[in-house]
């Protein structure tokens, strides 16, 4: 008995250890969660005002089909994929939902035809296609929890270098974007979203009766064409930014529900044990007790 009661306390010494880790891990992941959603919201008013810019230059360019961000080749045959995972793990499901979106996405390419090319973001991710001996165009790794906007701009090169080339040198036609989406503490989900080529729309907007104001008229120097060719690159890197931020925020939302719910099992964990363990010192106190009174009862009957 007092073997078994001893195995039942080491455990339970065990389980508190791993329970201050993953409370602690789940109070350093709330704290991040509050300055990646910080980040995101000083990020999108820029974003806001940068689309808004990049579709002023496409509404007033002279032939914007022709603009190579915003044209299709006569030929699609060559895709890539931005698959954004985390570098660290017991974050749940986070990185293996992006990855299965990812898987999905690539898919529905291959039977459109299209040669599939990978970037990939993360540590996860990467390891998931080195194990099964995928090669991968690009691998960033070490910054997926804090990005930052040189870490997009890095990334955003990358893809419009490959996209700018000519298809003769292995250029991409189309490139596609694997990101965790933050809706809010409790979900996360994974989306995809095409970056390049982008499609512009044309279609009639009309004026309220409270404000019939008019389209406003811009002049671009030198002129709307080159405009969207400053603009365009900006549009690209600021994207992969807020991806990367969204992912960030989703990262740490998972990692501290997950750690959470660690937590919460440990718990549960230590007061089974400790039953347990009660019940095994019980049982060896009368065990003793039963010893003491049979030895009583022999001293008095001889």
Do not use: C
Not at 59 to 79: M, Q, Y
Not at 91 to 100: D, E, M, R, V
Not at 225 to 237: C, S
């Amino acid at each position: 008995m007092g073997a078994q009661l001893r195995v039942f306390r080491r455990r339970i010494r065990s389980v508190q250890a791993t329970k201050k880790i993953t409370k602690a891990m789940e109070l350093i992941a709330s704290s991040r969660i509050v300055k990646a959603q910080q980040r995101l919201e000083a990020s999108t008013p820029y974003l806001t005002q940068l689309n808004a810019a990049v579709s002023a230059a496409a509404s007033h360019a002279s032939d914007v089909s022709k603009h190579p961000l915003t044209s299709k080749g006569e030929v699609v045959d060559e895709a890539a994929i931005l698959l954004i995972t985390a570098d660290r793990g017991l974050a749940g499901a986070y990185s293996s939902n992006a990855i299965k979106e990812a898987e999905a996405l690539a898919t529905r390419l291959r039977e459109r035809g299209l040669n599939v090319t990978f970037f990939v973001v993360g540590r996860k991710g990467v390891s998931y296609y080195r194990f099964r001996g995928r090669a991968l165009a690009g691998e960033y790794i070490g910054f997926t929890d804090q990005p930052t906007y040189a870490d997009a701009q890095r990334i955003g090169h990358d893809l419009l270098t490959g996209f700018l080339k000519p298809e003769s040198e292995g250029g991409f036609d189309e490139i596609h974007l694997v990101y965790t989406h933050f809706v809010n503490m409790v979900t996360q989900s994974p989306r995809v979203r095409r970056m390049l080529p982008l499609e512009v729309e044309e279609k009639l907007v009309e004026a309220s009766d409270s404000r019939n104001l008019p389209f406003p008229l811009y002049e671009f120097e030198p002129g709307p064409e080159a405009v969207l060719d400053a603009l365009l690159p900006r549009y690209i890197d600021h994207t992969v930014y807020t991806a990367l931020l969204m992912s960030a925020a989703s990262e740490h939302a998972a990692r501290r529900r997950a750690m959470k719910s660690a937590t919460d099992n440990a718990e549960e964990l230590i007061r089974s044990l400790t039953r347990q363990a009660n019940q095994a010192r019980q049982a060896e106190i009368t065990q003793e007790i039963s010893e003491i009174v049979g030895g009583a009862d022999a001293l008095k009957s001889a």
